[in-house]
T-cell receptor, first 120, second 111 residues
Framework: GAVVSQHPSWVICKSGTSVKIECRSLDFQATTMFWYRQFPKQSLMLMATSNEGSKATYEQGVEKDKFLINHASLTLSTLTVTSAHPEDSSFYIC????????????????FGSGTQLSVL | DAKTTQPPSMDCAEGRAANLPCNHSTISGNEYVYWYRQIHSQGPQYIIHGLKNNETNEMASLIITEDRKSSTLILPHATLRDTAVYYC????????????FGTGTLLAVQP
């Protein structure tokens, strides 16, 4: 299947600093990527949809100025957590959409391995 | 997108078939049934999806009832590495639609 590479796997930072997480599609082009967040023992929560060459679409309640998303190429989307605070500590996961053949309704999401962010 | 209901947890003996149920009684005609799983501290993994016909791939089989109001994911010979949270999601296919995760079923494969 398609490979999505996410980096770094884990990061520890001080409160008030910014952290950038990269998500790359290694063997395919991804016009759309998704960013999720997951707190311990909870399900994944969709944060935003990242579209190549245009602004990201954020889910209700997600601060766009705090979680900056850049999707400057067809293989790279980045999520920057600005001025991170302890409550931003979470598992962040990206995914990219792949369509099976020429059928636009036959799609799968491939996920990165996630980034564990700990803010001290 | 239609809501799904899954049992919070299930056990299965290693080597036996694991049958994970999912109810989606409000599913509409153009919504697909997707299954993903998440092994602890990893990103989710696509397993299988279908619209109305039963589907099988190298990982699992998906059985969808004729009225499409429920489905079952079958792992034919569960191994310890299949211990994970399994998510059943229904969504309309197409580029504008997002994958929204529910709470899933924690499958514990026992030795």
């Amino acid at each position: 299947g398609a490979v999505v590479s996410q980096h770094p796997s884990w990061v520890i930072c001080k409160s008030g600093t910014s952290v950038k997480i990269e998500c790359r599609s290694l063997d395919f082009q991804a016009t759309t990527m998704f960013w999720y967040r997951q707190f311990p023992k909870q399900s994944l929560m969709l944060m935003a949809t990242s579209n190549e060459g245009s602004k990201a679409t954020y889910e209700q309640g997600v601060e766009k100025d705090k979680f900056l998303i850049n999707h400057a190429s067809l293989t790279l989307s980045t999520l920057t957590v600005t001025s991170a605070h302890p409550e931003d500590s979470s598992f962040y996961i990206c995914s990219a959409r792949v369509f099976q053949g020429a059928v636009l309704t036959n799609e799968k999401l491939f996920f990165g391995s996630g980034t564990q962010l700990s803010v001290l | 997108d239609a809501k799904t209901t899954q049992p919070p947890s299930m056990d299965c003996a290693e080597g036996r078939a694991a049958n994970l149920p999912c109810n989606h009684s409000t599913i509409s005609g153009n919504e697909y049934v997707y299954w993903y799983r998440q092994i602890h501290s990893q990103g989710p993994q696509y397993i299988i999806h279908g619209l109305k016909n039963n589907e099988t791939n190298e990982m699992a089989s998906l059985i969808i009832t004729e009225d499409r109001k429920s489905s079952t994911l079958i792992l034919p010979h569960a191994t310890l590495r299949d211990t994970a949270v399994y998510y059943c999601i229904v969504k309309i296919g197409g580029a504008t639609n997002k994958l929204i995760f529910g709470t899933g079923t924690l499958l514990a494969v026992q030795p």
